[in-house]
């Protein structure tokens, strides 16, 4: 069973940064692509990003450029840094694993609880 345990979120001003982690037990960013979505007040959950076992990554289009994911497989860990923060980024960011990479939530089998982030304006 794959737990997976996100940190890092609060709240932040207007243009500023957060570094979110997702701690996983040992080896699953080793054999497990990993992904973070968020889901916001009253919408949907959205894909975000993801990075393959060999590194690769993917963002949603909005967020590209200003959002990077990458991974320490040695504290099995991936992190999602968000820089030049909006008020629209506000959000639950969740954390997931899966065996394939994909922007839907389907493609992920494991979910952490999720950490609110929340950016004032």
């Known amino acids: 069973q794959v737990q997976l345990v996100e940190s890092g979120g609060g709240l932040v001003q207007f243009g500023g940064s957060l570094r979110l982690s997702c701690a996983a037990s040992?080896?699953?960013?080793?054999?497990?692509?990993a992904a973070w979505f968020r889901r916001a007040p009253g919408k949907e959950r959205e894909f975000v990003a993801f990075?393959?076992?060999?590194?690769?990554?993917a963002y949603a289009d909005s967020l590209r450029g200003r959002f990077a994911i990458s991974g320490d497989n040695a504290k099995s860990t991936v992190y999602l840094e968000m820089n030049s923060l909006k008020p629209e980024d506000t959000a639950v960011y969740y954390c997931a694993a899966g065996t394939t990479w994909g922007t839907r939530s389907s493609a992920y089998h494991y979910w952490g609880q999720g950490t609110q982030v929340t950016v004032s304006s």
């Open positions: 990075i393959t076992t060999s590194g690769s990554t």
């Open positions: 040992a080896r699953t960013f080793t054999n497990y692509v």
